[in-house]
T-cell receptor, first 115, second 112 residues
Framework: SAVISQKPSRDICQRGTSLTIQCQVD?????MFWYRQQPGQSLTLIAT?????????ESGFVIDKFPISRPNLTFSTLTVSNMSPEDSSIYLC????????????FGSGTRLTVV | GENVEQHPSTLSVQEGDSAVIKCTYS??????FPWYKQELGKRPQLIID?????GEKKDQRIAVTLNKTAKHFSLHITETQPEDSAVYFC???????????FGKGTRLHILP
């Protein structure tokens, strides 16, 4: 399975500021996914980062709040903009396994606390 | 929309006993069902998955069963050990775009 490096691992941010999370994969992948995991909760898909095209967002998530970049097939960033305490969460990137649509692997996550 | 329901939310079993976690899915076209284990403070790890062309899959102490007609699938852990304590998530693919949708998780406690 792919090896994913995600950073930062954690951060404490002031409300109203923005944080950019980076995700680097050791192999080329078509799609990268960004999930949010609120404390003690499940994983919710935020958006899919597509190389060469705009990211596709899930219901309830918008580009202005969570802009995503995908400059190449091994890298993506997620920005959490104009943060509020409700954005405190773990953010995880994920990629498919060798077979498209199967075997998702997750990065180590970014624990964000907004104060 | 498509969703995955998971039960129970918490499960406590004596060490050595079996644990069963059950999930149902709403998208009848789903054809891929992974299970993830998440230990405290760590990333979710894929432990087993099943595709809709089989009804059961086993890997040592872990097995998953799938009933396509009823749209439910289950995780079975036998001879539980302390290191099995974790949160387990079932998931299913959303067939229209193959994205993975997760259940709410089951916190499994293995009692000494």
């Amino acid at each position: 399975s792919a090896v994913i490096s995600q950073k930062p691992s954690r951060d404490i941010c002031q409300r109203g500021t923005s944080l950019t999370i980076q995700c680097q994969v050791d192999s080329q992948v078509t799609m990268m996914f960004w999930y949010r995991q609120q404390p003690g909760q499940s994983l919710t898909l935020i958006a899919t980062a597509n190389q060469g095209s705009e990211a596709t967002y899930e219901s309830g998530f918008v580009i202005d709040k969570f802009p995503i970049s995908r400059p190449n097939l091994t890298f993506s960033t997620l920005t959490v903009s104009n943060m509020s305490p409700e954005d405190s969460s773990i953010y995880l990137c994920s990629v498919e396994g060798r077979s498209q649509g199967y075997g998702y692997t997750f990065g180590s996550g970014t624990r964000l606390t907004v104060v | 929309g498509e969703n995955v329901e998971q039960h129970p939310s918490t499960l406590s079993v004596q060490e050595g006993d079996s644990a069963v976690i059950k999930c149902t899915y709403s998208d009848s076209a789903s054809n891929y069902f992974p299970w993830y284990k998440q230990e405290l403070g760590k990333r979710p790890q894929l432990i087993i998955d099943i595709r809709s062309n089989v009804g059961e899959k086993k890997d040592q102490r872990i097995a998953v069963t799938l009933n396509k007609t009823a749209k439910h699938f289950s995780l079975h852990i036998t001879e539980t050990q302390p290191e099995d304590s974790a949160v387990y998530f079932c998931a299913a693919n959303r067939r229209r775009d193959d994205k993975i949708i997760f259940g709410k998780g089951t916190r499994l406690h293995i009692l000494p």
